[in-house]
Nanobody
Framework: QVQLVESGGGWVQSGGSLRLSCAAS????????IGWFRQAPGKEREGVSC????????FYANSVKGRFTISRDNAKNTVYLQMNSLKPEDTAVYYC?????????WGQGTQVTVAS
């Protein structure tokens, strides 16, 4: 049974940083792709970043490239999203899921609020 649990969200001022965690069970990080997605109020859910299981290659949406870094700790079965230089438009509920392009096994989400 696959379960993903996000944590690490919170409130931060513009320019600040947060690190999100996605604790995974029932998946193998060195073979399963894990993606981070977000949904802002009134907007559709969008992909933020993804890490390939096979080789750890990271992918980023243009809106976060250069500011966010995805990584994983296979021993802890956890995927991280380090978010720096946060902007108010990054405010959203952040979710992790398996698979980069056809996501499933969604976590419950963690709220990130960036104040201007």
């Amino acid at each position: 049974q696959v379960q993903l649990v996000e944590s690490g969200g919170g409130w931060v001022q513009s320019g600040g940083s947060l690190r999100l965690s996605c604790a995974a069970s029932g998946v193998t990080l060195d073979s399963d792709d894990i993606g981070w997605f977000r949904q802002a109020p009134g907007k559709e859910r969008e992909g933020v970043s993804c890490i390939k299981g096979s080789d750890g290659s990271p992918f980023y949406a243009n809106s976060v490239k250069g500011r966010f870094t995805i990584s994983r700790d296979n021993a802890k079965n956890t995927v991280y999203l380090q978010m720096n230089s946060l902007k108010p438009e990054d405010t959203a509920v952040y979710y992790c899921a398996t698979d980069c392009f056809d996501p499933e096994n969604w976590g419950q989400g963690t709220q990130v609020t960036v104040a201007s």
